[in-house]
């Protein structure tokens, strides 16, 4: 209890610093407000880099620390861009939230700091979110002939393609995913339970029973 009461003054500086940059963005934003000890601001899409532009010469949170991509499937924008700036001044952080669909794009971030275009390539690879203004969108830590977006709550576990080097051809080869043996669902409750060979100890247990 000590503990969550010793920490509850510093949440209450986090909302007010929220607040006070929920009320800087004005209608630009659509929410702020402090979450675990973090300042998360809510923007329009079409309105991101004018409001990233705001917190960075304006705010002091000079440097842009990370851009991460979440996929809310059941969402009519079903993708959440987070941008985590950070004010060394300061010492603290913000998240900047914005959502899109499949088809929109988000603004891109490279006009304010360069490498948001690295961030940027890892979450159009990883999600196929785009960003308008970027001049060198294409996968960077998949294959170039990858298909599909591996962080996609709906993508497959196995993938749709896999690659191999071909001892045959001296060359790598991309083909089908042949999974050698699938995924299998257990009726029992452990696996050796059902098997047709008995196990070291599995007399304990039938000596328990009776």
């Known amino acids: 209890m000590a503990a969550v009461l010793h920490s509850a003054p510093k949440f209450a500086v986090l909302a007010g610093i929220a607040q006070t940059l929920g009320e800087a963005l004005g209608a630009m934003c659509l929410d702020a407000r402090e979450a675990h000890g973090e300042i998360l601001l809510t923007v329009k899409r079409e309105a991101l880099e004018d409001a990233l532009r705001l917190l960075r010469d304006e705010h002091e949170y000079q440097q842009l620390m ?12 079903r993708f959440e861009v987070n941008y985590c700036l950070l004010s060394v001044t300061r010492n603290h952080r913000v998240i900047v939230k914005v959502s899109t669909d499949e088809a929109t794009p988000v603004p891109t971030a490279t006009r ?67 999974l050698a043996q699938d995924l299998r669902q257990f009726d029992f409750m452990s696996p050796w339970e059902g098997a047709e060979y008995v196990l070291p100890g599995d007399e304990k247990a039938e000596g328990e029973a009776k």
């Not at 990370?66 to 924008?77: F, K, L, S, T």
Request: no cysteine.
């Open 66 to 77: 990370e851009i991460a991509g979440v996929d809310y499937p059941q969402r009519a924008e």
């Open 112 to 178: 304010l700091w360069p490498n948001a275009g690295w961030l940027e390539r890892e979450v159009f690879d990883m999600y196929g979110v785009v960003f308008d203004g970027n001049t060198d969108l294409r996968r960077i830590l998949t294959d170039y002939g990858f298909e599909g977006h591996p962080f996609r709550k709906d993508f497959p576990l196995t993938g749709y393609q896999e690659l191999r080097y071909s001892e045959e051809e001296k060359r790598v080869v991309y083909e089908e995913v042949e």
